[in-house]
């Protein structure tokens, strides 16, 4: 029992003699607070620095669908933003028969979080024929976005 005793003591002696190293000592002043304060409040104003962003995006893309005799060739456009723009698009389509070059272009307004339908084609496709079809929208600023689509 009496070990136990002094085991208890012991350890509340060191767990004393911890805390008391922890409180602070006297020596110790709150003057450099102090001074670190004023020293902040004489600095100089940061610099204005302006925030950056990135633009949304805008993206293009042209779908093929399989249709009776053929494929239907769609040019679309999505929008994360309001979008006043102009596009091209361009098809090119080769096969047995002969080739076809179909070229069209024009004004379009997207509205933030919408898509559109630029261009829709029908065209007449077999085992050999070979399709290129290229999609570029634009505004004032450039190039908002392109795709291309080889078959």
Avoid: W
Wanted: glycine share 6%.
């Amino acid at each position: 029992m009496l070990k136990s005793y002094l085991a208890s003591a012991a350890a509340m002696l060191a767990l004393i003699g911890c805390s008391a190293s922890a409180l602070p000592s006297e020596s110790t002043s709150a003057a450099p607070a102090v001074v670190m304060a004023a020293q902040v409040a004489d600095a100089a104003p940061a610099e204005f620095v302006p925030a950056h962003y990135e633009r949304a995006e805008a993206t293009c893309d042209v779908v093929i669908r399989r249709v009776s005799g053929g494929a239907r060739i769609e040019a679309l456009i999505e929008s994360d933003y309001d979008l006043d723009a102009e596009y091209s698009f361009d098809l090119d389509v080769s096969g047995s028969a002969g080739s076809s070059t179909i070229s069209q272009g024009g004004e379009v307004s997207v509205d933030a979080g919408d898509s559109a339908v630029l261009a829709q084609n029908e065209v007449s496709l077999n085992r050999n024929s070979r399709v290129r079809a290229e999609l570029t929208v634009f505004d004032a600023d450039g190039e908002v976005c392109s795709r291309t689509l080889r078959l």
